[in-house]
């Protein structure tokens, strides 16, 4: 896939504030459909699986969520409106206030799902009852799957908000473009999708466009179907590795990288030294030493242009009881 840009379109080409709630859940019941992503995502399927299995929800979002978001190139548009970088309910809002024709031409294009034809139809055609259902069981799905999971999210898309807006402030908008190869290729003034699963060409012709970093994408970089409606790309966020079981204790409470940090800060150090000593972006040891202090694990003090870091009472405390259970 090709996106092609005017300088205007480059002037408005901009990054998402945060996890985008209505392409989260999308993204997410496609990975409840399949096996993809195992390492990453078995322990969210596992525990969202026993979550939906204790009630009827398990069941509404076979028959009625799986029907109108499978995993597959094709769902609907209306599903993802950009009223969801506002939030659930805002996201919900705007599907229920979608025109008809848009109801018909998206719910009309998912055809016949085996034993989801009459769901699918009363949705084409605006009923207000199945409109109704399907806004109540995405909010259901939301509070039992997602909301107890959105920190972890929340982290993973800060993480790479955090490259994504130093390589915006030192390169502009190409600097940002250039920043996601090889996953997207920027060649002035296209983008290029490699593993999109369509072939087109798509030109924003003053639209610009915005970038929103996801923790369900996987593979590749998804965009919305239809040319004419504002675009986005949703791309996929790198996930930290998780701690193997038999891990020190330290290690599963905070992360490798937070306890490794936590560890090097016994003499205390600057940002750049962490960086030079963990063997990792500066960027990203400003995220984890956020998260250290705002944790009142670590002391952070600034000395011209420099940023020094120490333990704090209760982080020095905590490494020195780190061969006992946490």
Same mark, same amino acid.
């Given at each position: 896939? %090709?996106?092609?840009?005017?300088?205007?379109?480059?002037? %408005?080409?901009?990054? =998402?504030?945060?996890?985008?709630?209505?392409?989260?859940?999308?993204?997410?019941?496609?990975?409840?459909?399949?096996?993809?992503?195992?390492?990453?995502?078995?322990?969210?399927?596992?525990?969202?699986?026993?979550?939906?299995?204790?009630?009827?929800?398990?069941?509404?979002?076979?028959?009625?969520? +799986?029907?109108?978001?499978?995993?597959?190139?094709? +769902?609907?548009?209306?599903?993802?409106?950009?009223?969801?970088?506002?939030?659930?309910?805002?996201?919900?809002?705007?599907?229920?206030?979608?025109?008809?024709?848009?109801?018909?031409?998206?719910?009309?294009?998912?055809?016949?799902?085996?034993?989801?034809?009459?769901?699918?139809?009363?949705?084409?055609?605006?009923?207000?009852?199945?409109?109704?259902?399907?806004?109540?069981?995405?909010?259901?799905?939301?509070?039992?799957?997602?909301?107890? +999971?959105?920190?972890?999210?929340?982290?993973?898309?800060?993480?790479?908000? =955090?490259?994504?807006?130093?390589?915006?402030?030192?390169?502009?908008?190409?600097?940002?473009?250039?920043?996601?190869?090889?996953?997207?290729?920027?060649?002035?003034?296209?983008?290029?999708?490699?593993?999109?699963?369509?072939? %087109?060409?798509?030109?924003?012709?003053?639209?610009?466009?915005?970038?929103?970093?996801?923790?369900?994408?996987?593979?590749?970089?998804?965009?919305?179907?239809?040319?004419?409606?504002?675009?986005?790309?949703?791309?996929?966020?790198?996930?930290?590795?998780?701690?193997?079981?038999?891990?020190?204790?330290?290690? %599963?409470?905070?992360?490798?990288?937070?306890?490794?940090?936590?560890?090097?800060?016994?003499?205390?150090?600057?940002?750049?030294?962490?960086?030079?000593?963990?063997?990792?972006?500066?960027?990203?040891?400003?995220?984890?030493?956020?998260?250290?202090?705002?944790?009142?694990?670590?002391?952070?003090?600034?000395?011209?242009?420099?940023?020094?870091?120490?333990?704090?009472?209760?982080?020095?405390?905590?490494?020195?009881?780190?061969?006992?259970?946490?």
């Amino acid at each position: 896939m %090709r996106i092609h840009f005017t300088r205007g379109d480059l002037a %408005r080409t901009h990054l =998402a504030e945060g996890p985008d709630v209505m392409w989260e859940m999308v993204n997410s019941l496609q990975a409840l459909q399949t096996g993809y992503g195992k390492a990453v995502f078995r322990a969210w399927r596992r525990q969202a699986g026993h979550d939906l299995g204790r009630s009827d929800l398990g069941h509404r979002v076979r028959t009625r969520l +799986f029907p109108v978001a499978p995993d597959a190139a094709y +769902f609907p548009d209306l599903l993802t409106p950009p009223e969801g970088a506002l939030g659930l309910e805002e996201g919900l809002e705007a599907i229920l206030s979608m025109p008809g024709r848009r109801l018909r031409e998206e719910f009309g294009a998912l055809g016949k799902a085996p034993g989801a034809g009459a769901w699918l139809g009363d949705l084409a055609a605006g009923r207000a009852g199945a409109m109704k259902e399907l806004a109540g069981t995405l909010r259901e799905y939301h509070r039992v799957s997602l909301a107890p +999971f959105w920190e972890a999210v929340r982290a993973c898309v800060e993480s790479d908000l =955090a490259h994504r807006r130093r390589a915006l402030r030192e390169g502009g908008a190409g600097g940002l473009l250039e920043s996601f190869r090889p996953m997207m290729l920027w060649n002035d003034p296209v983008l290029t999708l490699p593993a999109h699963p369509s072939g %087109r060409d798509v030109h924003l012709e003053g639209r610009g466009l915005v970038l929103i970093p996801s923790y369900f994408c996987h593979f590749h970089p998804m965009t919305i179907f239809s040319a004419a409606l504002p675009q986005v790309i949703v791309y996929p966020v790198e996930h930290p590795p998780a701690a193997p079981p038999g891990a020190p204790a330290l290690e %599963r409470l905070l992360g490798e990288t937070r306890a490794a940090v936590l560890r090097v800060l016994r003499e205390g150090c600057t940002t750049t030294e962490l960086a030079q000593c963990l063997g990792v972006a500066p960027a990203t040891i400003s995220h984890h030493t956020g998260i250290l202090r705002d944790a009142g694990l670590i002391v952070s003090r600034r000395t011209g242009n420099t940023m020094l870091h120490t333990l704090s009472p209760l982080g020095s405390a905590l490494l020195k009881r780190q061969r006992q259970p946490l």
